[in-house]
């Protein structure tokens, strides 16, 4: 797991705060991945960059704002959440096929998020 | 569009036994199709794929799976489970033709008895 970090490993926010998680890959890739992943629900595809530009926002609420300032750094910055938002949000990368090469994705250790 | 369905939410097998989990697709076109294995308070781990070729596909820890395009499945099999096989498996496909887009099943938690 050490190819994609993501940090902190746990957060309990309330509704009114604002923080951010931060993903970092280490495996030279030039796509990145947010997902959601809720008990019982198949992860849910919230955010993707390639090649630092955004190219999916899958009807995320704005509540959920994401930043990839290089090809190794995605953040996900959170204000005003609401309680059905806790879950764990995990980061993957990938080398974007468009320009060749594997696309599985690999993910890192997640974010446990709790709203309060 | 394109879905996968991982029809059992859990299976349940003896240690040295044989375990299957099973996964069915759906995709317009070609499938890329993944399997990943997932430790509790862990991420994601990549376990295997198929694109082309072969039909049976072998990957990390023993696994494998085979590729069937007239039933459209992709089911994980080890021939011997081991307690330490205990986790939440996740079925994913793309469509070749499509975009970066990976549709995951809900999951099946696996749970091997010494």
């Known amino acids: 797991e050490t190819g994609v970090t993501q940090t902190p490993r746990h957060l309990v926010m309330g509704m009114t705060n604002k923080k951010s998680l931060k993903c970092e890959q280490h495996?030279?890739?030039?796509?990145m991945y947010w997902y959601k992943q809720s008990a019982k629900k198949p992860l849910e595809l919230m955010f993707v960059?390639?090649?630092?530009?955004?190219?999916e926002n899958n009807s995320v609420p704005s509540r959920f704002s994401p930043e990839c300032p290089n090809s190794s750094h995605l953040f996900l910055h959170l204000h005003t959440l609401q309680p059905e938002d806790s879950a764990l949000y995990l980061c993957?990368?990938?080398?974007?096929?468009?320009?060749?090469?594997?696309?599985?994705?690999?993910f890192g250790p997640g974010t446990r998020l709790t709203v309060l | 569009a394109q879905s996968v369905a991982q029809p059992e939410d859990q299976v349940n097998v003896a240690e040295g036994n044989p375990l299957t989990v099973k996964c069915t697709y759906s995709?317009?076109?070609?499938?890329?199709l993944f399997w990943y294995v997932q430790y509790p308070n862990r991420g994601l781990q990549f376990l295997l794929k198929?694109?082309?070729?072969?039909?049976l596909v072998k990957g990390s820890y023993g696994f494998e799976a085979e590729f069937n395009k007239s039933q459209t499945s992709f089911h994980l099999k080890k021939p011997s489970a081991l307690v330490s096989d205990s986790a939440l498996y996740f079925c994913a496909v793309r469509d070749i033709e499509g975009d970066y887009k990976l549709s995951f099943g809900a999951g099946t938690t696996v749970t091997v008895r010494a």
């Open positions: 960059y390639s090649l630092e530009e955004r190219v």
């Open positions: 495996l030279g890739h030039n796509a």
């Open positions: 198929y694109i082309t070729g072969d039909n």
């Open positions: 993957a990368s990938s080398q974007d096929e468009r320009r060749g090469g594997l696309d599985t994705q690999y």
């Open positions: 995709v317009s076109g070609n499938p890329y």
